[in-house]
């Protein structure tokens, strides 16, 4: 796992800003809550300053520098630093939130370029400490990088046709003519002939003669897309995997090539033994292929249990470790000729391995920042990092601890000790699957963490999270839960009307019968009679006046779908929004509606009150805010700068701003009751599908695709 230190120091605030690009260290550590945590009573009434950590991105690539630092780049724009062979790591300010394909350094240099989508280029001059971000004017994916052995110039190579080219080591770049609107994603350099080739799609090979300045097209016998490119060390050779399992060799610079048979079906990766010459390819279906005449002829191996592998590290003369998916590795003792499968110990992909032969670590790097290193060339292995796995639908604090504990996708439970920063995950393996959670909350009366999802499932813990009670079967989704506010009755609603009470701290549960045939979304509660309600499609609304035993249709003149409410139990005043710009008032509590014009036709998905002031609020898509002073009898529009889907509202500790976080990592706050927005900066462009405070730091959890972390500056800075 990950741990961002969290300690408190005297810092001024403009202190903290310089800090909040420099590296926040990332090492191995135990879980428990930093002694300096702050309280809320010491978060003071103003609003916060904070620094964004992306705790899980998708590493995509991993490499080895000349000087012995490991780098890894992912996801969220994340460059992540190592001095001491992965078994601790640094991450600085992104300078992108685009996922870096990529990354290479320039001879004669300490500077490092990193390339990705959306034609993302950065590049570092302090070995990956801080990050500079390049706007050359250009939307496409940028798969692949090269610099000239004596720094002279950089190529980066993309989809749509796109090459750029720099002469100052990838701070300025030039977008370079092609004969063809081609794919590309590899770039190499033959320096026995003086060209470098650009690979791509569809068997396009581009070669250049002149340093990258103008192209021409290649004859590569083949029309299938490159997959690997390599330059032969003996012959000078270049020699690329094709994705119907050729291999392609040019003699020439890259101006022509001819076809070799590899008895594989599709080449994903390629390396070559630097003192026997001997190259080894990892292919799909458990295929490895071996050549011991410098790509002439090949022998094609079987690998354990015919799992597929993503990429190589030579680890000795004769030693290798291979990773890939589902968190499987192997490793060969022989150069290849036979190999042993091991698990790293998580069912997540491995996309990139490295061998440091300065700790004599090999280090692996994959999907939502797991990291892995062995220290016995791949035979055992330990977590360095692990992110949260899955999406996650719902954080909550658990009061006694202070911890919180996150459900999301494929049953996944979380649990974090620290504000947010490291997360310790788990499969609830007792329920059926698949089941989605997608709610978690805290039931006061029982003291317990509640739980619901797919697969008609529901958790329960009066122990905070250490053990369980729970249902789950073959059925209908819970979309979520209320709780009674005097006895603690815990009632589960969801897809096509299905309702079910949970009673006696869990003991007890009971199916509710089915009112109408439409989803049920959300529910509410007034704290002072403890009447209940949920509401959802179609215009669906229930309402229950004995802790959730019994349930009696309400009309709402509608069919729209409402998706978020509001209880005022000070005014017995209840607001639902939904659909097509719905909004529907009831001020008799939830007697009788009436439809209140919204000026929008966007989806409504959210509503709240102001804690500073009588106004309410209401988000929704394509940007959509709307605020009313009048107990919502009539609402006006306010801008916020985005036009993403804002779908969640909370309060910021302390000062008691408004928070709203939405689709490509927007999260907006207003300190005027909903007036006026700014945004903060999350450093992740993902969907975030709401916030949950953290009460001892005063993080912000941003829990969504990632979960991002808005690090509170110390309260004492000035």
């Known amino acids: ?58 590493l995509y690539s991993i490499v080895r520098l000349e000087n012995g630092v490991v780098m890894a780049v992912g996801t969220d724009g994340a460059v992540w630093r190592s001095d001491n062979g992965g078994a601790s790591w640094s991450q600085g300010e992104p300078a992108t939130t685009a996922s870096l394909q990529q990354l290479i350094s320039v001879p004669g240099t300490k500077r490092l370029v990193a390339v990705g989508t959306e034609g993302a280029l950065v590049y570092s001059e302090d070995e990956g400490k801080h990050w500079t971000a390049v706007n050359v004017g250009v939307t496409s994916n940028l798969q692949a990088a090269y610099a000239d052995p004596q720094g002279k110039f950089v190529i980066a190579a993309g989809v749509d046709g796109l090459i750029l080219r720099s002469e100052d080591g990838g701070i300025n770049w030039q977008r370079v003519p092609l004969p063809a609107p081609v794919g590309l994603g590899l770039l190499a350099g033959d320096a026995r002939h003086g060209t470098v080739v650009a690979l791509g799609g569809q068997g396009v090979a581009l070669v250049s003669s002149d340093e990258g300045r103008s192209w021409s097209l290649a004859s590569s016998g083949t029309d299938e897309a490159f997959t690997t490119l390599i330059v032969e060390q003996r012959s000078g050779d270049l020699i690329a995997g094709v994705a119907n399992g050729k291999i392609t060799r040019s003699s020439d610079g890259g101006k022509t090539w001819r076809v070799v048979e590899s008895g594989t079906e599709h080449i994903i990766h390629m390396l070559q033994d630097p003192a026997s010459g001997t190259l080894i390819t990892l292919a799909t279906g458990g295929k490895v292929a071996r050549s011991e005449d410098g790509g002439k002829t090949w022998t094609t191996l079987s690998t354990p249990n015919g799992v597929s592998f993503a990429k190589l590290a030579q680890v000795s003369a004769t030693k290798l470790v291979a990773v890939g998916d589902g968190g499987l590795t192997m490793n060969s003792d022989d150069l290849g000729k036979t190999w042993q499968l091991v698990s790293a110990g998580e069912q997540r992909t491995l996309n990139g391995v490295v061998f440091d032969a300065k700790s004599g670590a090999v280090v692996a790097a994959g999907g939502t920042g797991w990291v892995t290193t062995s220290n016995d060339a791949g035979k055992t292995w330990k977590t360095v990092s692990a992110g949260v796995p899955e999406y996650v639908h719902g954080v909550a604090v658990e009061p006694a601890s202070g911890d919180l504990i996150a459900v999301g996708a494929n049953r996944m439970t979380a649990r974090s ?14 329920l059926v699957e698949p089941a989605y959670l997608f709610k978690i909350g805290y039931e006061p009366v029982s003291k317990s963490m509640v739980a619901a999802g797919g ?44 309702m079910a009470l949970v009673e006696d701290g869990g003991s007890r549960e009971t199916a509710l019968p089915v009112l109408v045939d439409a989803a049920f979304f ?5 704290a002072n009679s403890g009447t209940m309600w949920v509401y959802g499609a179609d215009g669906a609304l229930a309402r229950s006046d004995d802790a959730g035993k019994t349930w009696t249709l309400v009309p ?8 978020g409410g509001i209880f005022d139990s000070a005014r017995n005043l209840f607001e639902l929004v939904g659909s097509k710009g719905l909004i529907l008032r009831s001020a008799d509590g939830g007697k009788t509606w009436a439809s209140v014009e919204s000026g929008s036709t966007r989806l409504l998905g959210s509503i709240m009150a102001d804690p500073k002031s009588k106004a309410l609020l209401i988000a929704g898509d394509g940007g959509t805010v709307l605020r009313s002073e009048d107990e919502g009898k009539s609402w006006t529009p306010v801008a916020i700068g985005t036009e993403a889907l804002v779908r969640a509202f909370s309060i910021e500790p302390g000062s008691n701003a408004i928070l709203l976080a939405g689709r490509g990592g927007v999260v907006l706050r207003s300190v005027d009751s909903g007036k006026s927005w700014t945004p903060l900066k999350t ?24 979960i991002t972390v808005l690090q509170r500056a110390p309260i004492h800075a000035k």
């Open 1 to 58: 796992m990950i741990r961002v230190p969290t300690r408190s120091v005297p810092l001024s605030r403009k202190l903290f800003s310089l800090l909040s690009v420099a590296l926040m260290t990332l090492a191995l550590s135990g879980c428990n809550r930093p002694g300096a945590s702050r309280t809320a009573a010491e978060l003071g009434d103003q609003p916060g300053e904070y620094h964004a950590v992306v705790t899980n991105p998708s």
């Open 417 to 430: 000790r620290d504000g947010g920063i490291t997360w310790e995950s788990s499969v609830m393996k007792q």
């Open 455 to 498: 697969q008609s499932s529901w958790l329960l813990s009066g122990d905070g999270g250490k053990s369980w009670k729970f249902g789950s079967k073959q059925g209908p989704v819970y979309q979520g839960f209320i709780t009674h506010p005097k006895t603690g009755a815990v009632v589960l609603y969801g897809d096509s009307g299905a």
């Open 522 to 526: 959300r529910g509410e509660v007034d």
């Open 556 to 563: 709402t003149g509608t069919t729209a779908t409402l998706y």
């Open 683 to 706: 450093n992740t462009g993902s969907r975030i599908k709401s916030i949950t405070a953290d009460p001892l730091s005063g993080n912000l959890v941003l829990y969504g695709d990632r």
